[in-house]
Each structure stands twice: as C-alpha cells, then as structure tokens.
C-alpha cells in the first residue's frame, strides 16, 4: 500500500466516524418520541399540500381538491385547515444545495400531515448536484420511519399490506458513502435496535387489529449478517408478543419469486422489511393492481405523518406538454390513506370506493397520459362524482 492509498483510508475513516457519531445521535433521539399524535384531541388539524416538481403540482393540486370536497365541512367550521407550500421543486433545492430548503422544512414542521408530490432526485450524469432524495431527507427530518403501501386484487386473492422501514437500512447515508480510490468506493448500511423494534411493532399491531393472522419478515440476513440479521431477531422477538400472529421469515430474493407464485402469493398479509428490499417489492407489488400509478403510500411518525404517491415525477411528460394528462389515481389513494389516518375511515373507505368503481369497475373515463384518454381534472370530476352518487 502506497502513501497516497493510507491518506485515502484514513481520510474515509474519518468521515466513517462522523457519520457514525450522526447515527448513534440519531438512535438515541429516537428514544424520546415515544407517543403517537391523538388528532381526536386537536383543535384543528392542518394539512399540508407540496406539490414537488414534474407532474407533481398537477397530480397534487387534483387530489387537493378531492380532499377539500371530502372534507368541506370540516374546512367550513374550522376543524380541517390546508396549507399549500412551494419551494420543493428540483430548481429550488439544487440553487440551495439541499434536499429540502429550511424555510420549505420549517413550513412542513407547522403541518400535522402533508400529501407531497413526486419529487426529482439527481443521479449520476443528469448534470445536477449531489443533493439527497427529499423523500429520504423528509422521512429523516420528520422521523416517519414506516413506508406503509397496501395493495389489493380481490380476484388475484391478493390483500397485501408492506411495513417499509423509512429511515435505516442502505437510505439512511445513501449520499454519503466514500470513493476511497478510483478502484474502491464504499456505502453502508445502518440498523438501529429501536428503528427495527419500532417498524417491527406497528406492523403486528396492524396485523392484529386487522385480523389479518400472519406477518412475513423480508431480509437477506443469509449475506447481510449483522445489519439484515439484527432486523430479523428484532422482529421475531417482537412478533413472540404476538401469540395469535402467525410469524415467517423470507430472503428477498426468493419473495420476489414467490409473489408471482398465483398459489403461494394468497398465503401472504402483511410483510415487514427493511428500507431497500421495501422500496423494490412494493414497486413489483404495485403492478399487480395496475402498476406504480395506481397505489398510495403513507409515512408514519409518532408527530407527523406524509401521505404521497409511489411513483417517480415524470419530467419527460412535462417536456413533451403532457401534464395535464397526469394519472392522479396515485396522489388519490394517498389521500384517502390520509383521510382515514386522521381519523375520518368513513370518508377514506368512501373515496376508496369510489376509485375501485372508476379505476376498475366503471371506468367511464381512462388516463392513458395522452390525449387519448382525460386529463387530470376531468378524472378528478368523475370521482367527485361517483363519490356524490354514493351519498
């Protein structure tokens, strides 16, 4: 080993500790939030609207119109109040060199939950800065660990219920591993006893109250021993508190197999697993119901809570003066998520139903992102709609 590759490894040992000692705070905040918000007992609950970029606004702006007709007289006597907030685009984070500006992180911090929009983030060779996701800051800045995505085909007897974890595994540094040499670079991956107890936790406790009788925990804890392997022994210690919950263990690999399996994928509830494996599945989920566009996604926290679709912000529709065609049907799911966590599951089971009618069953009007279907507001209208039909 040279001199140039010893400067090399002790300047990557240096930023290792750092990092570390960021982490080991990190795990010791976590300790402290120990409650979850009541929104029973608020006075008002305020909802924040964030468009992101691409066809974020649009999709957003359509699906808070949806949620302000839910919720009219809620808005009416003061209960339910909406806050738009700008500032989240791709131009504005890149000019300040961060994942979410503080002003824009400050207006969120006033909200109790947000539905964002899908927002860009930079990779290698788009010519923009190294700036990390915004979804991966917002889960870490708001501490929503739980990435919570249903998904559900009757006929395919599918009801499948994922607890992402939101803030460890290989996000929670993702934009600081270290290019040693030009022939070594370095990432890592991050698990914390009560980030895995915590997510581990919630998805019991789901399964439980929903009667759903069996929890799968995902890893790769085969390879990835120590960080793969201390989500698994957490979750099965937690899932021990859990008699009538019938508990399994999965390697990753093997479940993306076993989702396409038409017998064996009607054995599975709801699934439990870390950062990476969750954000991949429940992608390959998604097509069973029609595909990314088509499936909501919720963050939890014990103090906030973002609601938001599951798919990218489509720049290229943008560019080719496609917006208006966006699908909402994402950002509409996402809305009903959120209506039903703040506490109104008959307005959410309402608006749920009405997108099965329009999505699936109906389907008088059809997005096709061109303008060989409707636009994004013509969909929004067939939903209000169907949803006043229902009354």
């Known amino acids: 080993m040279n001199e140039n590759e010893r400067t090399a490894i002790d300047e990557a040992v240096e930023k290792f500790r750092s990092l570390m000692e960021g982490q080991l705070e990190r795990a010791k905040s976590i300790k402290e939030n120990k409650d979850f918000v009541d929104y029973a007992k608020l006075d008002k609950i305020i909802i924040g609207i964030c468009g992101g970029d691409g066809i974020g606004p ?53 909200c109790h939950v947000i539905l964002k929009g899908p927002t860009t983030t930079p990779h290698q060779g788009d010519g923009l800065p190294n700036i990390e996701s915004a979804n991966v800051a917002m889960r870490k800045a708001l501490d929503l660990f739980a990435n919570v995505r249903p998904v559900k085909v009757p006929e395919e007897g599918i009801d499948w219920t994922f607890f992402r974890e939101n803030t460890e595994g290989s996000y929670a540094v993702g934009s600081y591993g270290v290019n040693i040499t030009d022939d070594l670079a370095v990432d890592f991956t991050v698990a914390t006893e009560e980030g895995c107890e915590r997510i581990a936790r919630l998805a019991y406790d789901y399964a439980q109250k929903n009667n759903k009788g069996k929890v799968s925990i995902i ?122 966590h703040i506490g109104f599951v008959d307005k959410a089971n309402k608006l749920e139903k009405a997108l099965d009618k329009c999505m699936l069953e109906e389907k008088k009007l059809t997005i096709t992102g061109r303008d060989t279907g409707c636009t994004c507001s013509e969909f929004g209208d067939y939903v209000m709609e169907t949803v006043t039909s229902m009354n």
């Open 58 to 110: 649009i999709i957003t702006k359509e699906s808070q119109r949806v949620l302000e007709f839910m919720l009219k007289d809620e808005v009416a006597s003061g209960k339910v109040e909406f806050k738009v907030i700008d500032g989240l685009t791709i131009e504005n984070r890149a000019a300040c060199m961060k994942a979410i500006p503080d002003d824009v992180l400050e207006e969120l911090k006033q």
């Open 219 to 340: 890893t790769k804890a085969n390879i990835i021993k120590t960080t793969d392997g201390k989500f698994l022994n957490i979750a099965k210690k937690v899932g021990e508190e859990y008699p009538d919950i019938v508990t399994d263990e999965w390697f990753v690999d093997i479940t993306t197999a076993k989702l396409i399996d038409p017998q064996r994928r009607k054995d599975f509830k709801v699934f439990v697993l870390p950062n990476l494996y969750g954000d991949i599945i429940t992608d390959e989920a998604a097509e069973f119901q029609g595909g990314v566009g088509t499936a909501g996604s919720a963050n939890i926290g014990k103090k906030y809570a973002m609601f938001e679709a599951i798919h990218g912000s489509a720049p290229r529709m943008i560019t080719e003066g496609r917006g208006q065609y966006a699908d909402p049907c994402s950002m509409l799911r996402a809305s009903a998520m959120l209506l039903s």
